[in-house]
């Protein structure tokens, strides 16, 4: 789908819920329903393996923070430098920053490097504290957008030691992908493999981190 048809999409939808307000309350709307929103789910290749023994500490996968234009479930774009918008009747599975926090979970579990494993860092009094801020999650048109997109996915990362919430570290790691042709399928293709490209730098990145966390502490 072009991102050109947005517009287009956005303005029917703003003429059609002007035109509902102007109804009697108690009428039956005449106008169609809206078209339903095709749902798409991220699904990023398989993980390289990281060998090596368990860490036995607890790592806590707090909920990732995002910009609001990207604390949501429509799938994002970028045409030139300054327009953003989102693929018209397209979402994501759920919002962003939830769908981050589960392939992080997922990645870090299914790794076996560290011992335990869990969201959200409330209550814990001992180990460690992913914080993650998405930086970008969208696709990147340049020019008309008549050619595929770059899919850009950037996650600042911060490890918390806890208590007393002292840094241990930080690493950005950021991907980009050329889509493998200018439709919505293979856009959200673009994204599987941008995201599955910093999910295979996220273990090494944040093991590195917990082996000077704990060499200091």
Known sequence: MSPLMIPRC?????????ATAALPLAGCSVLPDPPAARIYRLDPPTIRPVP???????LAIAMPTAPESL???R??????RTRF?????????????????????EVFENSGRIAD?????????RGYALETDIRAFQARYHGQGTHPPVVAVSLDLHLIA??????????????????????????????????????????PSVLRMLHRGQTAA
Do not use: C, K
């Open 10 to 18: 956005l303005s029917r939808r703003r003429v059609l819920a002007a």
């Open 52 to 58: 090596g023994p368990a860490l036995h500490t607890t």
């Open 71 to 73: 604390d949501t479930d």
């Open 75 to 80: 799938i994002a774009l970028t045409l030139g």
């Open 85 to 105: 918008d989102y693929y018209a009747e397209s979402i994501w599975t759920d919002r962003v920053p939830a769908l981050v926090q589960t392939l992080l979970v």
């Open 117 to 125: 494993v869990g969201r959200g860092a409330d209550g814990l009094a």
């Open 162 to 203: 806890l208590p007393g919430r002292r840094t241990v570290g930080r690493s950005l790691l950021a991907a980009a992908v050329s889509a493998a042709d200018n439709t919505l399928d293979g856009v959200v293709r673009g994204f599987d493999a941008a995201t599955g490209e910093v999910l295979n730098s996220m273990v």
